[in-house]
């Protein structure tokens, strides 16, 4: 395709010719109204001369017979820029005026006509005139009219005006239509040329936004932040590939040196035995990875779906707390617990559940000192709380543990992340990054704060029914 | 055991050969159908005390199935095994009629305690105990009170409903995650061994001031109480 032809098949170009075309004819429209007014009132000043002609003329008659009236018409007939006269007698002769010719029967119909008509002294052919017939008694006829070259030049000057406006618009037409096309062509050719650079495989690049703030530019942007969505799925994607080449192979390459093992050298019963015990238990470590992963995964795509049902978020906490509790008195520190109830959150309580018991999980293991010793100074309470402002619902679980210096918190929510300080406790570091899939899912937002000593987590959910995730709750997240 | 009477559908050979061993070996007579059809037949002559039914069958689905027997009102209790475990998966499989719900892959002894706990579960309609009793330990259901040999115990909420599970299964196993659904109702992976803690909480309320422990861990499967004096 040429760029001319593809100018012309522009959406852009064809609505500018479109418009400037319905303007031409809404112009053309005008000037004929115009025009017709004005021919018009010109009609209505020649009708008013001819009545008060042929009422003067009336008088002449009255007052001297045809005789009278015909000199009357006489002269008044060679007065330059006259009216038109004719008087003719029973048989049609010509008795006065200055109309030489008409076409035939014009003179037996009484009353106004439109008709054409030559003159005596110049012929020029094509004249016209508005003419009022009297038939006097004794078979007399008199016309009294005006010319109507005023009413056709009238005319012909707005039938120029309409012709010559019409080229301008034209003109116009095609020159903005060009104008409007390639401006927004060039748009849309870079925005194509962005797209094929992306499926090129440059997920970094964007569509232009020249910053008119225009239906282009809000186009691009909404493209803008879809590609940046599906770039952040992406590379969530890769990023569990990568996590799992890593991170299981860990537990696997374990897996295997077990049974080996146990089948290098003479090994006893018993020793098998614990080559097997150890075996399921490294799978079931395995197992636990795997359906961890899949839940993020999951989450983070938003399909589960069909366990939504509208629950009290603040029971949940409370009983899950509950759950808990037993386990960080092993740990040494208190769970102080601080749950309104009539939270009603739509989600899935199961998930909210899990997440929930992520977090204090967390609290206790990281917060707490080993379980069975007692606690560092400071250190002996994790308050978790759930209360609600009508529009969200904000549950905290806070630790006077180590904490999460500022510049790790980010990364802290990634998959498979274990801080330092953490590698020595049990755990694959999914937990966190659980609970704010779910948590985003769920069109919340999980903050990691400073507990000032510590670690506060502080999700907050939408209230009542919720809306779907919306893109910037996401990019809060 | 009087030898009770177990279904198994499942088209896997490996994995049908595995289950129909184990539960063999477990004391069970067990039958085995290949695909959804016939599975569907051998369980409408009836009889059994269990139907295992994986969820992806051959010529039938396993939901489809278990809405078709349910149909028929053959109440067989039915355990659905599925490799989709997914929170969605489940509810969809309790809500088709069937009782429990176990993802791929499992532990056997999960398995088996949940059989169990299906097979001896009281017919429908029946009237429920007030008072669950076993050796000299009694749960009033009513009253919330929990003697043992005549002294009374005090127990919170929680372990109240934890014990009163125990004594509706005393003498089978329970497994953790079993606990866990029926006390606390949520079926997730909760990490720690939280319900180890809490079943300690209760064993040194039930058992610490008595001779014979009855509360019992059961080494790489739960938990059973039973009255140790027998």
Redesign the interface.
């Known amino acids: 395709m040429t760029a001319l032809a593809k100018l012309f098949r522009a959406t852009a170009f064809k609505l500018t010719l479109a418009i400037l075309g319905l303007s031409a004819i809404g112009a053309a429209l005008v000037l004929g109204v115009v025009a017709w007014q004005v021919i018009k009132l010109v009609d209505d000043e020649t009708r008013q001369t001819i009545e008060a002609e042929a009422k003067g003329l009336s008088e002449q008659y009255d007052v001297g017979g045809v005789r009278q009236l015909g000199a009357i018409i006489e002269a008044r007939s060679r007065q330059p820029g006259s009216s038109l006269y004719l008087l003719t007698d029973s048989a049609g002769e010509p008795l006065a005026g200055n109309v030489a010719q008409l076409p035939p029967g014009v003179l037996d119909r009484a009353g106004v006509v439109d008709t054409p008509y030559e003159t005596a002294d110049e012929s020029s052919p094509g004249r016209r005139a508005l003419a009022r017939i009297f038939v006097l008694p004794g078979g007399f006829h008199l016309l009294v009219g005006r010319d109507l070259g005023d009413r056709a030049r009238i005319g012909a000057v707005m039938v120029r005006a309409m012709a010559v406006s019409l080229v301008f618009f034209a003109a116009l037409a095609a020159l903005g239509a060009l104008f409007v096309a390639r401006r927004v062509l060039s748009r849309i050719d870079a925005m194509n040329g962005s797209a094929r650079a992306i499926m090129a495989g440059d997920l970094t690049r964007r569509l232009p936004v020249s910053g008119s703030d225009d239906e282009l530019d809000r186009l691009a942007r909404g493209l803008n932040e879809m590609l940046a969505r599906i770039a952040d799925l992406m590379a969530g994607m890769r990023e569990v590939s990568d996590n799992i080449a890593h991170d299981l192979r860990t537990p696997l390459t374990r897996l295997r040196n077990h049974a080996e093992e146990a089948l290098r050298g003479d090994a006893d019963r018993a020793a098998y035995r614990v080559a097997l015990?150890r075996t399921?238990e490294e799978?079931?470590g395995l197992?636990?990875i795997f359906?961890?992963l899949?839940?993020i995964a999951?989450a983070e795509a938003g399909?589960?779906?069909?366990?939504m049902s509208a629950f009290d978020v603040g029971e949940t906490v409370a009983?899950?707390a509950?759950?808990?509790e037993?386990?960080a008195?092993?740990y040494g520190v208190a769970l102080r617990v601080e749950a309104a109830s009539g939270l009603t959150i739509v989600g899935?309580r199961?998930?909210i559940?899990?997440a929930v018991?992520?977090l204090i999980?967390n609290a206790?293991?990281y917060g707490a000192g080993e379980a069975g010793e007692p606690p560092a100074e400071g250190r002996s309470e994790i308050a978790v709380s759930a209360r609600g402002d009508g529009a969200t619902v904000t549950i905290e679980v806070a630790d006077h543990g180590p904490g999460i210096p500022a510049a790790d918190r980010a990364r802290a929510i990634h998959r498979f992340v274990r801080l330092e300080g953490a590698r020595s406790r049990p755990?694959f570091g999914l937990?966190l990054s659980l609970a704010a899939a779910v948590m985003r899912m769920h069109g919340g937002a999980v903050r990691l704060e400073d507990n000032a000593p510590g670690l506060r987590v502080a999700v907050t959910l939408p209230a009542g029914v919720p809306a779907l995730p919306s893109p910037a709750a996401k990019a809060a997240a | 055991m009087s030898s009770m009477r177990i279904l198994i559908i499942e088209d896997d050979r490996d994995a049908a050969a595995y289950l129909v061993k184990a539960f063999r070996e477990a004391g069970y007579a067990v039958d085995h159908a290949a695909d959804g059809v016939g599975g569907y037949d051998l369980a409408q002559e009836g009889g059994y005390d269990v139907a295992i039914v994986d969820r992806m069958l051959p010529k039938m689905d396993g939901l489809a199935l278990i809405g078709a027997l349910r149909a028929q009102n053959i109440e067989t209790p039915v355990l659905i095994l599925s490799a989709l475990?997914?929170?969605?998966d489940r509810?969809?499989g309790l809500r088709a009629g069937g009782d429990d719900y176990l993802a791929k892959?499992y532990?056997f002894s999960e398995l088996l305690a949940r059989v169990e706990a299906l097979a001896r579960r009281r017919p429908k309609g029946a009237p429920e105990e007030t008072t669950y009793r076993l050796g000299d330990l009694a749960l009033d259901r009513l009253s919330h009170k929990v003697t043992r040999a005549g002294e009374e115990i005090a127990l919170q909420p929680?372990e109240f409903r934890l014990l009163e599970y125990l004594m509706q299964n005393a003498g089978k196993v329970v497994t953790r995650t079993m606990l866990l659904e029926h006390v606390?109702d949520?079926?997730?992976?909760?990490?720690?061994?939280?319900i180890d803690?809490?079943v300690?909480?209760l064993r040194a309320k039930i058992d610490r001031d008595f001779d014979a422990p009855m509360l019992h861990t059961v080494r790489?499967a739960g938990y059973m109480l039973r009255d140790g004096a027998r």
Do not use: C, M
């Open positions: 015990e399921i799978s079931d197992i636990k359906n961890a899949l839940l999951r399909a589960e779906s069909a366990g009983s899950v509950e759950l808990y037993p386990l008195e092993e899935n199961e998930l559940g899990q018991a992520n999980d206790v293991k755990g937990g | 475990g997914q929170v969605d509810v969809k892959p532990a929680r606390w949520y079926h997730f992976d909760p990490q720690t061994n939280v803690v809490h300690s909480r790489g």
